[in-house]
DNA sequence: GACTAAATCACCCTAAAGGATGAGGAAAAA
DNA sequence: TTTTTCCTCATCCTTTAGGGTGATTTAGTC
């Protein structure tokens, strides 16, 4: 392995220089212990694949991240800078492919589906 | 400080134990990196905050529950046995004391503070 | 007993949400 | 090129949500 083939190397260095050496290397480690931590403890991002089943667009997973945020038809309109008919439209067909009723009840299917950015934390 | 002493020590070691010593510090380093990462990227466990201290009632919990579900006002009213006005009475009390003006918002607060039953697991 | 909080219900009104439908343009797929 | 999907916007209409206010009853507290 060349990291330990550069430890070995290392030997011949001074004091001084094998602490540096150290700290670098302890540095390294440190580094990917926390790429992997983040890997496997970050939350995930949305499926894509449940979106596609579905038949939700780009566009509507989109307004569905922002329902699931709180905001009211006028508030997703002027975030995606589209007019209020539109928001509405695109409100009314995510409730006709959730096959829910209420803005409440897409967003729980929402975040049962996993369609969209879980809750902070 | 204390892990640089230690390899310096190390110096006086031969070729293979230098080797078997630089991975064991790679994986204190990489466990600890892990540790960090594991540390701010995790979902931190919800702790059990006091709905007290927001002033919410018993029956304003409930409500609260049912909103998180989906249900309408009257879906409410009907599920709490109340009429259509006292449960609206209660939503607004709700929102007054959780700060919001929607009912989207009320269960994203809600359930930030995990006020309700989340809803898995 | 008086005080207080909670729960209940009512009426008024405005704002927001939702349903149905049509339609035009852009972009991708056939 | 034709077709289809997506995004866009519109109008009309109904339903639901929400704000404000006041009132009654009950239960618990001082």
Do not use: C
Request: hydrophobic content about 45%; proline content about 2%.
């Amino acid at each position: 392995m060349i990291i330990l083939e550069v430890i070995h190397y290392k030997t011949m260095m001074r004091d001084v220089e094998i602490e540096v050496f150290g700290g670098v290397i302890g540095l390294l480690f440190l580094v990917f212990g926390i790429w992997l931590g983040a890997k496997f403890f970050k939350k995930p991002s949305i499926d894509k694949y449940d979106a596609d089943k579905l038949g939700l667009s780009k566009r509507e997973i989109e307004v569905l991240e922002l329902l699931a945020n709180g905001y009211s038809n006028q508030e997703v309109a002027d975030k995606l800078f589209v007019s209020l008919n539109t928001a509405k439209t695109h409100i009314s067909n995510i409730y006709s492919k959730l096959n829910v009723k209420r803005r409440t009840q897409a967003v729980q299917k929402a975040r049962d589906l996993a369609l969209i950015t879980p809750p902070k934390g």
